[in-house]
């Protein structure tokens, strides 16, 4: 069963704002967390990767945060567009496997209204 | 280049048919995953490769499902006597290498409906 949160209920924002969303992990300690982008009928599509020992990392319009005492990450998207709707999923490997044995969150859908 | 390419793309099925689902990953990828996302969740782990073996099969739900990868390019995914708690999407991906800290590149992945 999956263990990390995600908020199930969509966000919806409006084009210009920034998007924030969370990933919330429970008795794991990973040494790295990503995060892809999934639209309607596709496969997921990486994004960003945030090991242990980073507090952040950026790409473009896009922040990643990586807590390890709270047990979070905060996913950012600065300046959001409309093309930026889709479903936005968390993921870690708990047991550090080396080969990626990932669990994924629920994802979180993202609206950006014009 | 080419991405991760599955087929079918649909495919129905009746409950008790066997099915197989193929997957072709990025030419030169050494690992190769098989996941499952039902509606509104996330995906699952299913089964991992390394090349040709099989390391870790410890997500697939039942002895119902097997995967195999014969000469560490293209997967098969197979399901015998399906039931209706089999219908979700069934995604490949695959990575350069066995390594940590590789992005994993998904295929378009197989939704399957049991009737």
């Known amino acids: 069963s999956q263990k990390i949160e995600q908020n199930s209920e969509a966000l919806n924002i409006q084009e210009g704002k920034t998007a924030t969303l969370t990933c919330n992990y429970t008795?794991?300690?990973?040494?790295?967390l990503q995060w892809y982008r999934q639209d309607p009928g596709r496969g997921p599509v990486f994004l960003l990767l945030?090991?242990?020992?980073?507090k952040e990392k950026r790409k473009e319009r896009l922040k990643v945060t990586f807590d390890t005492t709270l047990k979070q990450s905060l996913f950012h998207i600065t300046a959001s567009q409309p093309a930026d709707s889709a479903t936005y999923l968390c993921?870690?490997?708990?047991?550090?496997?080396?080969?990626?044995?990932?669990?994924f969150g629920t994802g979180t859908r993202l609206l950006v209204s014009p | 280049g080419a991405g991760v390419s599955q087929s079918p793309r649909y495919k129905v099925a009746k409950r008790g048919q066997d099915v197989a689902l193929r997957c072709d990953p990025i030419?030169?990828?050494?690992?190769l995953f098989w996941y499952q996302q039902a509606l509104g969740q996330g995906p699952e782990f299913l089964t991992y490769?390394?090349?040709?073996?099989?390391?870790?099969k410890s997500g697939l739900p039942s002895d119902r499902f097997f995967a195999e990868r014969p000469e560490g390019s293209v997967s098969t995914l197979k399901i015998q006597r399906t039931q209706q708690e089999d219908s979700a999407v069934y995604l490949c991906?695959?990575?350069?290498?066995?390594?940590?800290?590789?992005?994993?590149?998904f295929g378009p992945g197989t939704r399957l409906t049991v009737l």
């Open positions: 991906a695959s990575t350069p290498s066995g390594q940590t800290y590789n992005e994993q590149f």
């Open positions: 008795n794991y300690s990973p040494a790295y």
């Open positions: 945030i090991r242990e020992n980073e």
């Open positions: 993921a870690l490997d708990p047991q550090n496997t080396g080969f990626q044995k990932l669990v």
């Open positions: 030419s030169g990828h050494v690992s």
């Open positions: 490769f390394q090349n040709e073996a099989q390391l870790d």
